[in-house]
């Protein structure tokens, strides 16, 4: 061998050799990526474990279907990845917390001790960021139905809950329609309400990471953690609020949404000693691509609106999940209102319908709803819905295959932003 392949050959030996040598210490050095997922009844998660294998239905996404059923036959149990998840009603809040699965969802009316039987985006981002990281996956989540960005997300850097001008020009009439009989204590109530659930989400994001040990076992302090993302799903309440978005009809109508939202950005990111915390913004979209109404669009381009932001470029993404949205059972949902109503008629006396002269019995009524609704919906589309759907249209129909689509999307753009933060 000439004194030049031998030099080659122990150079590439240098060169090689650490790199075999110090993987496994690397990796066990690296730090648990943490991200964290907040909003309100859609991020808490109303679909069905029933619903899964409808996502199979579809050549598409039969992949994504594969991900979640384990070989048991039962939902996937993450290896790589835990949760904590703060939710509740009426002040009465817990935490569930532990491996990875699917039941980290809605938690009404279930035993708070341990996941129940539904999920959000949770199940999915989890799943992709552990396929996608070799580091520990710890989520911190943190959802309650029902709650806006105006007043219970309210972020501090957003000040006091502002009056709109409808406000201020009705509210102290005490007209009814919505208006508050006693203006001086609803102030009151408002007052206090305001940024309640924002310091919920902050404080237990912080407990969780004063002790991470106590939710993914495994932890190591000289390991530590790394804030790797944040993901925001949430607006039905402030989109369907027209006191306090009272411009109806006006390309600016949710203007102020996308200030507090950017506010609420900054806040997070300060609050968490984060100031580059990658941010997914989950974009309503109940309805689907077909819904074109001004109220949605005008929502929707708010909602969006932070990540073209110059201060957010690179480290704020929208995410639109109108796609997501399953056209099929939305046109099932949409006969399902036509019984809804015509039950709404039969009861309300209607004069144009069968109950006009209001002499039909309880049972009547029942029965002509019955037959009502085989003649719209057939016994094909009863067993579709019941496979796909187990919710509302606000609630993207209960579908998993929407929150599943929604949850490996959010990943994959929070996956995007942490590889362009890299060195």
Request: contains cysteine.
């Amino acid at each position: 061998m000439s004194h030049h392949e031998r030099c080659l050959q122990l150079t590439l030996a240098f060169l090689l050799a650490p790199l075999a040598e110090s993987h496994p210490v690397e990796a066990a050095s690296k730090p648990v990526r943490v991200f964290i997922l907040a909003g309100q009844s859609n991020m808490e998660g109303p679909a069905s474990i029933g619903t899964f294998d409808y996502i199979g239905d579809d050549p598409a996404t039969a992949s994504v279907l594969e991900m979640m059923w384990g070989a048991d036959g039962k939902p996937t149990v993450c290896e790589g990845a835990w949760i904590s998840y703060l939710t509740g009603a009426d002040e009465e809040n817990f935490e569930v917390a532990g491996r990875l699965t699917a039941g980290y969802g809605s938690m009404w009316g279930l035993d708070p001790t341990k996941p129940g039987d539904k999920i959000g985006p949770e199940f999915t981002f989890g799943l992709t960021m552990d396929a996608a990281l070799d580091e520990p996956v710890l989520i911190i989540k943190a959802a309650w139905g029902g709650k806006s960005l105006h007043t219970d997300f309210r972020p501090p850097g957003a000040g006091p809950y502002q009056l709109s001008w409808f406000q201020r020009e009705n509210y102290s009439q005490q007209e009814g329609h919505g208006i508050p009989k006693d203006f001086e204590q609803w102030k009151a109530d408002k007052a206090k309400a305001t940024g309640h659930y924002y310091h919920l989400m902050i404080g237990h994001v912080r407990k969780v990471l004063a002790d991470p040990k106590r939710v993914y076992p495994d932890y190591d302090a000289a390991q530590g953690y790394e804030l790797a993302g944040f993901v925001w799903l949430q607006g039905f309440n402030d989109m369907v609020d027209g006191h306090v978005y009272p411009n109806h009809n006006q390309p600016d109508h949710f203007d102020l949404y996308s200030e507090l939202l950017a506010h609420f950005i900054r806040d997070v990111r300060k609050d968490l000693a984060a100031p580059n915390l990658p941010f997914v913004i989950g974009v309503m979209g109940v309805g689907g691509l077909k819904d074109e109404s001004m109220d949605m669009m005008a929502f929707q381009r708010a909602m969006a609106a932070p990540a073209a932001m110059p201060e957010f470029k690179g480290n704020v993404v929208a995410v639109q999940t109108a796609p997501f949205w399953s056209d099929e059972l939305g046109a099932i949902d949409k006969k399902h209102e036509k019984v809804r109503q015509m039950r709404y008629f039969l009861d309300s006396k209607h004069e144009d319908h069968a109950n006009a002269d209001g002499k039909m019995t309880e049972e009547q009524k029942r029965e002509f709803i019955k037959k009502f609704e085989a003649d719209h919906i057939t016994p094909a589309e009863v067993a579709l819905w019941k496979r796909g759907a187990s919710n509302a249209g606000y609630h993207y129909l209960g579908c998993a295959k929407t929150f599943a689509l929604m949850g490996k999307a959010f990943a994959e753009a929070n996956l995007k932003m942490l590889e362009s933060q890299r060195p």
